[in-house]
């Protein structure tokens, strides 16, 4: 397993290398500067000139890259265009995408399982199910995340329609990022119930005289939950990513918003912080996500070579 | 001779989609709206037969069902070029990691075998795919700068890992497929093998690639233009529509629900098309293997 996981990281500092490097020659390319954001229409060509150098502007695309490769040696990334260490903002806004994942994620699993349990439970509602998830599949992040501020927060003023002040606040935007997702999950669980309800054991059971809800819980659900864990898991990379709209929608300040600021700032070193620690997160979840797909190829006899 | 019955239930995705497109491209052949200031927020309303608006007047006073078809349009062939993109790409990537001699660089040994290509191309698209495309694609959008290209550059380099891990993968199983292991051993060499025999499976495999990933895609254009990348300069796509008139929801939803629900049921349609491509294929695999 170490040599496996020590040739993936391998190529993930690769790739990284080269997008850094790809990232700066696209940024001296770019029209505009950090210095200009910073100095605006106030700031004389003196003035702009000092900005220019203490942005790192005036730098050349290899000495720039060789500024932030010991900045990432150092895990610091630099400082920020105001001045402020890039780790310090980025893991501030980190938490808060964290906790919004997180909602979200719990908020997916708890939607799609029920629902794709519900569904084979109670075969009547099933294929009005399947409709409004794959209704759901189909709408956009932002027309979800939308709809549902208009309706709650706007209309029912059930919820405060944007900002971060106490974890309750995460509810709305979670289930906005969590939908989709548990469209998803839906999909995922009744697939899988379908497959395993056709199954010798399941009949067996039935057999036995065991109950409905009991062949769910004490037999399909329990196989089911490491490859349910492992999709989900292959989903919590999403909520990163959709975590850009939903942020934007609900004023929050996570690494979504935090991305967008540095764009439009041209601030490379919060950029290139924002990207290295958002895909290191995805690359820990995909090794544990392979990890978990190894104890269920155990669980199955199925050892394969890492 | 016999004749197949046609049945026309299984053909409606098809019909829809072939005929869905083709009424918004009717109303783009009226050219693009104009801005009347006189007409900004106008309802939707039927006066008589020559007069009516179906869909109301933007905050500029342009005609909503030309500004949607024109946006449909936009959004679309982004999506559309920006997939192709990425399967262009993919299938470059796809015949590098065949035919290159890389060295397989490991830090427990040094290896000198003929799959070096597929080791690094394997090993560099799954560190790819630890990039969320979605922040990828709007970083490079705002470095490289908006426009109709741009987007289609960025979406094809964003989408490109995933279609690169899934090729890859189909190769690996066709590479044990009896006949490759025949034609290797009666000499045949590697540009033979994949110009005579993979090219034929690899083409089914993008056509239906294409498919797997354009509800993707078509989500992807849509959150990059909500999120302020622009597709174009004169047409504004259906995310930008969207965007620009949020928060008018409650006095003119004429302006924005008809351009998300344009956007629910274009991806809807690409879903579905997906699946029907999807049992397709799996039938074509059955036969193949």
């Given at each position: 397993?170490?040599?496996?996981i020590?040739?993936?990281?391998?190529?993930?500092?690769?790739?990284?290398?080269?997008?850094?490097?790809?990232?700066?020659?696209?940024q001296?390319?770019?029209?505009?500067?950090?210095?200009?954001?910073?100095?605006?229409?106030?700031?004389?060509a003196?003035?702009?000139?000092?900005?220019e150098?203490?942005?790192g502007?005036?730098?050349?695309?290899?000495g720039?890259?060789?500024?932030?490769?010991k900045?990432?040696?150092?895990?610091d990334?630099?400082?920020?265009?105001?001045?402020?260490?890039?780790?310090?903002?980025?893991?501030?806004?980190?938490?808060?995408?964290?906790?919004?994942?997180?909602?979200?994620?719990?908020?997916?699993l708890?939607?799609?399982?029920?629902?794709?349990?519900?569904?084979?439970?109670n075969?009547?509602?099933?294929?009005?199910?399947?409709?409004?998830?794959?209704?759901?599949?189909?709408?956009?992040?932002?027309?979800?995340?939308?709809?549902?501020l208009?309706?709650f927060?706007?209309?029912?003023?059930?919820?405060m329609?944007?900002?971060?002040d106490?974890?309750?606040?995460?509810?709305?935007?979670?289930?906005?990022?969590?939908?989709?997702s548990?469209?998803h999950?839906?999909?995922?669980?009744?697939?899988?119930?379908?497959?395993?309800?056709?199954k010798k054991?399941?009949?067996?059971?039935?057999?036995?005289?065991y109950?409905?809800?009991?062949?769910?819980?004490?037999?399909?659900?329990?196989?089911?939950?490491?490859?349910?864990?492992?999709?989900?898991?292959?989903?919590l990379?999403?909520y990163?990513?959709g975590?850009a709209?939903?942020e934007?929608?609900?004023s929050?300040s996570g690494?979504?918003?935090?991305?967008?600021?540095a764009?439009?700032?041209?601030?490379?070193?919060?950029l290139?912080?924002?990207?290295v620690l958002?895909?290191a997160?995805?690359?820990i979840?995909?090794?544990?996500?392979?990890l978990?797909?190894?104890?269920?190829?155990?669980?199955?006899?199925?050892?394969?070579?890492? | 001779?016999s004749?197949?019955?046609v049945k026309?239930?299984?053909?409606?995705?098809?019909?829809?989609v072939?005929?869905?497109?083709?009424?918004?491209?009717i109303?783009?052949?009226?050219g693009?709206?104009?801005?009347?200031?006189?007409?900004?927020?106008?309802?939707?309303y039927?006066?008589?037969?020559t007069?009516?608006?179906?869909f109301g007047?933007?905050p500029?006073g342009?005609?909503?069902?030309?500004?949607?078809a024109?946006?449909y349009?936009?959004?679309?062939?982004?999506?559309?070029f920006g997939?192709?993109?990425?399967?262009?790409?993919?299938?470059?990537?796809?015949?590098i990691a065949?035919?290159?001699?890389?060295?397989?660089?490991?830090?427990?040994?040094?290896?000198f075998?003929s799959h070096f290509?597929?080791?690094?191309?394997?090993?560099?698209?799954?560190?790819?795919?630890?990039?969320?495309s979605?922040?990828?694609?709007?970083?490079?959008g705002?470095?490289?700068g908006?426009?109709f290209y741009?987007?289609?550059?960025?979406?094809?380099?964003?989408?490109?890992?995933?279609?690169q891990?899934?090729?890859l993968?189909?190769?690996?199983?066709?590479?044990?497929?009896?006949?490759?292991?025949?034609?290797?051993?009666?000499?045949?060499?590697?540009?033979?093998?994949y110009g005579?025999?993979?090219l034929?499976?690899?083409l089914?495999?993008?056509?239906?690639l294409?498919?797997?990933?354009?509800?993707?895609?078509?989500?992807?254009v849509?959150a990059?233009?909500?999120l302020g990348?622009?597709?174009?300069?004169e047409?504004?796509?259906l995310?930008?529509?969207?965007?620009?008139?949020?928060?008018?929801?409650?006095?003119?939803?004429?302006?924005?629900?008809?351009?998300?629900a344009?956007i629910?049921?274009?991806?809807f349609?690409?879903?579905?098309?997906?699946?029907?491509?999807?049992?397709?294929?799996?039938?074509?695999n059955?036969?193949?293997?």
């Open positions: 397993m170490f040599p496996y020590a040739r993936k990281l391998l190529s993930f500092v690769i790739l990284l290398t080269f997008l850094i490097f790809f990232i700066l020659i696209l001296k390319s770019r029209e505009g500067s950090a210095a200009l954001i910073l100095g605006g229409q106030r700031a004389d003196k003035e702009l000139q000092l900005l150098e203490l942005t502007n005036k730098l050349s695309i290899t720039h890259f060789v500024i932030v490769a900045h990432l040696v150092q895990f990334f630099g400082n920020t265009i105001s001045g402020q260490p890039v780790i310090f903002v980025v893991l501030n806004a980190f938490l808060k995408t964290i906790v919004l994942a997180g909602f979200a994620g719990a908020f997916a708890i939607y799609g399982v029920s629902l794709g349990i519900y569904g084979h439970y075969t009547s509602v099933q294929k009005y199910f399947e409709k409004i998830n794959y209704a759901m599949m189909s709408a956009p992040i932002f027309i979800i995340a939308l709809v549902l208009w309706v927060s706007l209309w029912l003023n059930w919820f329609p944007g900002g971060v106490s974890v309750f606040w995460f509810i709305l935007p979670g289930i906005a990022l969590g939908l989709k548990g469209a999950v839906y999909i995922f669980t009744d697939e899988y119930m379908r497959r395993e309800l056709s054991y399941v009949l067996t059971a039935k057999a036995y005289g109950k409905k809800h009991r062949v769910f819980s004490k037999f399909i659900f329990k196989n089911m939950s490491l490859p349910l864990f492992s999709f989900w898991l292959l989903e990379g999403s990163l990513a975590a709209i939903v934007m929608i609900y929050i690494v979504g918003n935090l991305l967008l600021r764009l439009l700032r041209y601030d490379v070193n919060l290139i912080g924002i990207l958002v895909s997160m995805i690359f979840i995909t090794i544990v996500q392979e978990v797909d190894r104890v269920y190829a155990g669980f199955l006899g199925n050892h394969d070579e890492f | 001779m004749f197949k019955a026309l239930k299984d053909n409606i995705p098809i019909i829809f072939i005929a869905f497109p083709a009424v918004l491209g109303f783009m052949l009226f693009r709206p104009q801005i009347h200031p006189q007409l900004a927020y106008q309802k939707p039927i006066h008589g037969i007069d009516f608006s179906l007047y933007s500029l342009e005609d909503m069902l030309g500004l949607m024109w946006g349009w936009q959004t679309v062939l982004v999506a559309v997939r192709g993109l990425a399967l262009l790409l993919s299938f470059l990537g796809l015949f065949w035919t290159f001699v890389l060295p397989r660089l490991s830090i427990f040994k040094f290896q075998k290509g597929f080791f690094w191309m394997s090993r560099f698209s799954e560190a790819f795919m630890t990039i969320p979605l922040l990828l694609a709007l970083s490079l705002y470095l490289i908006e426009g741009t987007m289609i550059i960025v979406i094809g380099v964003s989408e490109w890992a995933f279609n891990k899934w090729l993968g189909r190769l690996n199983e066709y590479k044990r497929f009896p006949f490759i292991e025949a034609s290797k051993a009666m000499g045949g060499g590697k540009l033979h093998i005579r025999h993979f034929s499976f690899i089914s495999d993008l056509f239906f294409f498919f797997l990933y354009l509800p993707g895609s078509l989500l992807t849509t990059l233009e909500f990348l622009s597709s174009g300069s047409i504004a796509g995310g930008s529509i969207i965007a620009l008139n949020k928060d008018l929801i409650f006095f003119y939803p004429h302006v924005i629900l008809p351009p998300s344009l629910i049921i274009t991806v349609i690409s879903l579905v098309l997906k699946n029907k491509f999807m049992t397709k294929f799996t039938d074509l059955k036969v193949r293997a």
